[in-house]
Nanobody, 113 residues
Framework: QVQLMESGGGLVEAGGSLRLSCAAS????????MAWYRQAPGKHEFVASI??????NYADSVKGRFTCSRDNAKNTMYLQMNSLKPEDTALYYC????????WGQGTQVTVSS
């Protein structure tokens, strides 16, 4: 069973930046696919993903502003978020797919206008 722990959320003004981290309980080299999702009232959406080979994919709403990366040595996935907008306000979840789907508890990101 993979355990995931997010961190790095907080309150930031519009236009600011945050970096989220997702620490895994095991070697992420064995995890082919990891992703970020977010949940706001009435909405749950995919944000970004990264494969073990480093291929990334982004939601149109965050392309050019967010960057997803992974550090295998630290067993951690990151989400660098720049040019934040109020509509980015949400609870951000980390996801890992290794036969089953695993989820973290989430970290809150609030962007003030």
């Amino acid at each position: 069973q993979v355990q995931l722990m997010e961190s790095g959320g907080g309150l930031v003004e519009a236009g600011g930046s945050l970096r989220l981290s997702c620490a895994a309980s095991e070697n992420i080299r064995s995890i082919d696919y990891m992703a970020w999702y977010r949940q706001a009232p009435g909405k749950h959406e995919f944000v970004a993903s990264i494969t073990s080979g480093g291929s990334t994919n982004y939601a149109d709403s965050v392309k050019g502003r967010f960057t997803c990366s992974r550090d295998n040595a630290k067993n951690t996935m990151y989400l660098q978020m720049n040019s934040l907008k109020p509509e980015d306000t949400a609870l951000y979840y980390c996801n890992a797919k290794k036969i089953y789907n695993y989820w973290g508890q989430g970290t809150q990101v609030t962007v003030s206008s």
